[in-house]
T-cell receptor, first 112, second 115 residues
Framework: QQQVKQSPQSLIVQKGGISIINCAYENTAFDYFPWYQQFPGKGPALLIA?????SEKKEGRFTISFNKSAKQFSLHIMDSQPGDSATYFCAASGTGANNLFFGTGTRLTVIP | EAEVAQSPRYKITEKSQAVAFWCDPISGHATLYWYRQILGQGPELLVQ????????DSQLPKDRFSAERLKGVDSTLKIQPAELGDSAMYLC?????????????FGEGSRLTVL
């Protein structure tokens, strides 16, 4: 059973546009929601993370929006650049848990 | 910049053969993870170590997979015998804190192809 459901599977955005990737979860014990970025041939790298005590976290052009009641969170990439082209994974875990559950990934392509 | 080192980067083997992957985590990181990433999917945890002890191996197929971290530093993941369904990227990660709510630093992975 997929603990974290991610959509869309792939996304094509024009340079300068906004990229939006959505994730949903069921386990109310989850309290840590990171996003990882993976370039081809590389391992995933932490991009940004949020805890449910806030509804939004912004770091540069990257913003996580979190809706606790809907059990959904999303990644917004403002002013998308060709260098942002990568696969993005949302993930979730709970305090004291050992396992970080990843979504299935979204392949983002930013067209110049 | 400190990195997680993995080898080999690529491994092609025939089914029923044995394969082994090596990982050297970032210095000082006591927690080490092995993840499996099937093409087009997210990473899935196979095993987690805290120092030399296994913390979680509930998802490790123990009939054919084994993992060790004898001195609490580098680690080896072994598959014997390999099956076609084992074709995947095997990712090693380390973290400074125990538990899955800290930043995980991933290596570049070992891509296994079983023929």
């Amino acid at each position: 059973q997929q603990q974290v459901k991610q959509s869309p599977q792939s996304l094509i955005v024009q340079k300068g546009g906004i990229s939006i990737i959505n994730c949903a979860y069921e386990n109310t014990a989850f309290d840590y929601f990171p996003w990882y970025q993976q370039f081809p041939g590389k391992g995933p790298a932490l991009l940004i993370a949020i805890r449910p005590d806030v509804s939004e976290k912004k770091e540069g052009r990257f913003t996580i929006s979190f809706n606790k009641s809907a059990k959904q969170f999303s990644l917004h990439i403002m002013d998308s650049q060709p260098g942002d082209s990568a696969t993005y994974f949302c993930a979730a875990s709970g305090t004291g848990a050992n396992n970080l559950f990843f979504g299935t990934g979204t392949r983002l392509t930013v067209i110049p | 910049e400190a990195e997680v080192a993995q080898s080999p980067r690529y491994k092609i083997t025939e089914k029923s053969q044995a394969v082994a992957f090596w990982c050297d985590p970032i210095s000082g990181h006591a927690t080490l993870y092995w993840y499996r990433q099937i093409l087009g999917q997210g990473p899935e945890l196979l095993v987690q170590f805290q120092d030399e002890s296994v913390v979680d191996d509930s998802q490790l197929p123990k009939d054919r997979f084994s993992a060790e971290r004898l001195k609490g530093v580098d680690s080896t993941l072994k598959i014997q015998p390999a099956e076609l369904g084992d074709s995947a990227m095997y990712l090693c990660a380390s973290s400074l804190v125990q538990g899955a709510t800290g930043e995980l630093f991933f290596g570049e992975g070992s891509r296994l192809t079983v023929l």
